[in-house]
């Protein structure tokens, strides 16, 4: 069983920054970020594989977010610049057992709670 805390959330105005931070009760293969509209499914935003560092971005965050994550403290973040009103979700940090990035939500294998953020215009 892997604990998951996202922190960092909160209320920005568009075209500000925020950066999202999710510490693990232990490792993983891979970390993700998801985020959710009320009504609407999970979308996949970014991910990213412990061994070797790659990150995978959605079309819509791209140039904009950027994954990293610190193997040592087990934690992984998501900076976020150039926000849009649009980005307004809840985020939710994922970690998934086996080593491949996937954008379905049915693939990662345990969540945290979510973390609100808001962008307003």
């Known amino acids: 069983q892997v604990q998951l805390a996202e922190s960092g959330g909160g209320l920005v105005q568009a075209g500000g920054s925020l950066r999202l931070s999710c510490a693990a009760s232990?490792?993983?293969?891979?970390m993700g970020w998801f985020r959710q509209v009320s009504g609407k499914a999970h979308e996949f935003v970014a991910g990213?594989?412990?061994?070797?560092?790659?990150?995978v971005y959605a079309d819509s965050v791209k140039g904009r977010f950027t994954m990293s994550g610190d193997n040592a403290k087990n934690t992984g973040f998501l900076q976020m610049n150039s926000l849009k009103p649009e980005d307004t979700a809840v985020y939710y940090c994922?970690?998934?057992?086996?080593?491949?990035?996937?954008?379905?939500?049915?693939?990662?294998?345990?969540w945290g709670q979510g973390t609100q953020v808001t962008v307003s215009s």
């Open positions: 994922a970690v998934r057992v086996v080593n491949s990035i996937e954008k379905l939500p049915s693939m990662w294998d345990y």
């Open positions: 232990g490792r993983r293969n891979v």
């Open positions: 990213i594989s412990w061994r070797g560092g790659l990150a």
